[in-house]
């Protein structure tokens, strides 16, 4: 049992699908997995174990922001956890990056001071397991979907007062902005374990374009579909 976990370690399977919204891993785990058992209803953030095509693997909901996510990811570490992947959305940067671009993220910046503390006040690089970002380019090639690989931003402010500071991140060739990647991998590269992030887009910051909610749901689809291969 961990505090915001209420599970023991033989309920948590060696990789995690990390979606933030605890109700997506709950539509995860009835949609994809069989013999499901929820372990953990702490504070609403659901958790789920089962199994996919023969193989354990769990879902955990990880709230918004790095300090929530770093929450989870820590304790499932804890508990045994050897492969993350997180299943989410993003703000695109680029006005090609149409709403449904599926992104994978080699690395992550971040506004965020999470990591500042840990180094020092240096810049420490977030970074993907490079064998997991393999493994969800190929499968994502099988799979007839194109992908996007590059950088994104970790941002610690949905909404920003300053409404031209992603250009800057723009420029340097950041794809989108979310908010938990740069913890993910962080705290996954200290326990030598796996991360990595998948999203779709969901908003374009340059076009203003809104996913809808069944846009959402399709895209949400397509991410599972590439996650669970790597199961
Ligand atoms: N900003 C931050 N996080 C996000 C966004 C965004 O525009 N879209 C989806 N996650």
């Given at each position: 049992?961990?505090?915001?976990i209420?599970?023991?370690?033989?309920?948590?399977?060696?990789?995690?699908?990390?979606?933030?919204?605890?109700?997506?891993?709950?539509?995860?785990a009835?949609?994809?997995?069989?013999?499901?058992?929820c372990?953990?209803?702490?504070?609403?953030?659901?958790?789920f174990?089962?199994?996919?095509?023969?193989?354990r693997?769990?879902?955990?909901?990880?709230?918004?922001?790095m300090?929530?996510?770093?929450?989870?990811v820590?304790?499932l570490?804890a508990?045994g956890?050897?492969?993350?992947?997180?299943?989410?959305?993003?703000?695109?940067?680029h006005?090609?990056?149409?709403?449904?671009?599926l992104?994978?993220?080699?690395?992550?910046?971040t506004?965020?001071?999470?990591?500042?503390?840990i180094?020092f006040?240096k810049?420490?690089?977030?970074?993907?397991?490079?064998?997991?970002?393999?493994?969800?380019?190929?499968v994502?090639?099988e799979?007839?979907?194109?992908?996007?690989v590059?950088?994104v931003l970790?941002?610690?402010?949905?909404?920003?007062?300053?409404?031209?500071?992603?250009?800057?991140?723009a420029a340097?060739?950041v794809?989108?902005?979310?908010?938990?990647?740069?913890a993910?991998y962080?705290?996954?590269?200290?326990?030598?374990?796996?991360?990595?992030t998948?999203l779709t887009?969901?908003?374009?910051?340059v076009?203003?374009q809104?996913?809808?909610?069944?846009?959402?749901?399709?895209?949400?689809?397509?991410?599972?579909?590439?996650a669970l291969q790597l199961?």
């Amino acid at each position: 049992m961990t505090i915001h976990i209420s599970a023991k370690p033989q309920d948590i399977a060696e990789t995690v699908l990390l979606p933030g919204d605890p109700l997506r891993a709950r539509g995860i785990a009835e949609t994809y997995l069989e013999d499901v058992v929820c372990y953990s209803e702490v504070r609403g953030m659901l958790g789920f174990t089962g199994t996919w095509q023969g193989k354990r693997v769990s879902v955990q909901g990880t709230g918004m922001g790095m300090p929530s996510t770093a929450i989870y990811v820590h304790e499932l570490l804890a508990l045994g956890a050897r492969r993350l992947i997180r299943v989410g959305t993003c703000g695109a940067y680029h006005r090609h990056l149409d709403i449904g671009s599926l992104i994978i993220a080699m690395s992550a910046c971040t506004d965020s001071a999470i990591n500042r503390h840990i180094f020092f006040n240096k810049d420490y690089a977030p970074t993907a397991s490079f064998r997991l970002l393999q493994q969800a380019v190929q499968v994502a090639t099988e799979q007839g979907l194109e992908v996007q690989v590059g950088s994104v931003l970790s941002s610690d402010a949905f909404y920003n007062s300053q409404t031209e500071h992603w250009k800057t991140w723009a420029a340097y060739g950041v794809l989108g902005v979310e908010m938990e990647t740069a913890a993910l991998y962080t705290l996954a590269a200290r326990q030598q374990a796996e991360a990595l992030t998948i999203l779709t887009v969901s908003d374009n910051l340059v076009t203003g374009q809104l996913a809808t909610a069944e846009e959402r749901q399709n895209n949400f689809d397509k991410m599972a579909g590439i996650a669970l291969q790597l199961v």
